[in-house]
């Protein structure tokens, strides 16, 4: 008999830096809807190398529930170090990924889950960000070149609620380890074909922990990484 449940099987993983006060929710959400998503699933955490709690926390959620698994990186390797080690852990079909600071709602995991049969990649777009102004309009003329470059389809390509099919990794070196990966992923899947949809998607204020991802440190390198893939996609 077909299953109820939107879809057989799913991987969901969250990256994480210094998230010791965001961490248990995260799981207690994640716990809380993929029973009513799933037949099978499971919910792994990358700690990045985080200088808090993070790892002993995520540790002792692994012990405690048997779809918890703990992905660690001894130092900090930055944003896109830990998506590939997510995907890379994953062992199921479908790979959803979000942010471990609970600025999305995983209740909406079932907008993507419905596009994914015609689709290699369902990727939320956040319908009213919750980020200043400036961050906002640097992140408009970001897409705008990234659309440019490399013509993939986003507004918001670094919306961190995100759903892929698993075989679209296989043979796929990524290289950029910082925030650029994202792009990465798209412009590289794009080339070999693969259909990206856009579906909005609401996002909240961070409540707790640091915001890290408008640093000039991880901008830079995002614009290093950025000039690399396309010297090595152009053409
Ligand atoms: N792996 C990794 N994750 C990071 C790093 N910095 C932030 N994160 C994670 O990336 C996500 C987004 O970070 P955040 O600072 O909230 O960026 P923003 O939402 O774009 O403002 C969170 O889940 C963080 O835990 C990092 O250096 N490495
Ligand atoms: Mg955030």
Same mark, same amino acid.
């Given at each position: 008999m077909a299953s109820a449940k939107p879809i057989e099987e799913l991987s969901l993983f969250y990256p994480m830096f210094n998230e010791e006060e965001n961490i248990e929710e995260a799981v207690a959400r994640a716990r809380a809807v993929l029973p009513d998503l799933a037949d099978r699933y499971e919910i792994i955490l990358v700690? !990045?190398?985080?200088? !808090?709690?993070t790892g002993e926390l995520g540790d002792r959620l692994a012990a405690q529930y048997s779809e918890v698994r703990m992905v660690h990186h001894p130092v900090n390797r930055g944003y896109g170090a830990a998506l590939k080690s997510g995907i890379g852990a994953a062992r199921y079909g479908w790979i959803f990924y979000t942010d =471990? !600071?609970?600025?999305?709602?995983? #209740?909406?995991?079932p907008l993507l889950l419905a596009l994914r049969h015609e689709h290699e990649i369902v990727t939320g777009y956040r319908v !009213?960000?919750?980020?200043p102004a400036h961050r906002k309009l640097n992140a408009w003329a970001f897409n705008f070149l990234v659309r440019i470059l490399?013509? +993939?389809?986003?507004?918001? +390509?670094?919306? #961190?609620f995100k759903l892929y099919?698993?075989?679209?990794?296989? =043979?796929m070196t990524l290289k950029s380890e910082g925030a650029l990966i994202d792009v990465e992923i798209f412009a590289r899947a794009k080339k070999r074909g693969a259909r990206i949809v856009e579906i909005g998607v609401h996002h909240y204020p961070r409540r707790f922990g640091q915001q890290t991802g408008a640093k000039l440190s991880v901008i830079l390198r995002a614009f290093r990484e950025l000039f690399r893939l396309w010297g090595e996609l152009k053409g």
């Open positions: 700690n !990045d190398g985080s200088r !808090d709690r =471990g !600071d609970n600025q999305f709602d995983l #209740a909406e995991i !009213d960000r919750s980020d490399f013509q +993939v389809p986003c507004r918001d +390509v670094d919306c #961190a099919r698993a075989d679209i990794f296989k =043979g």
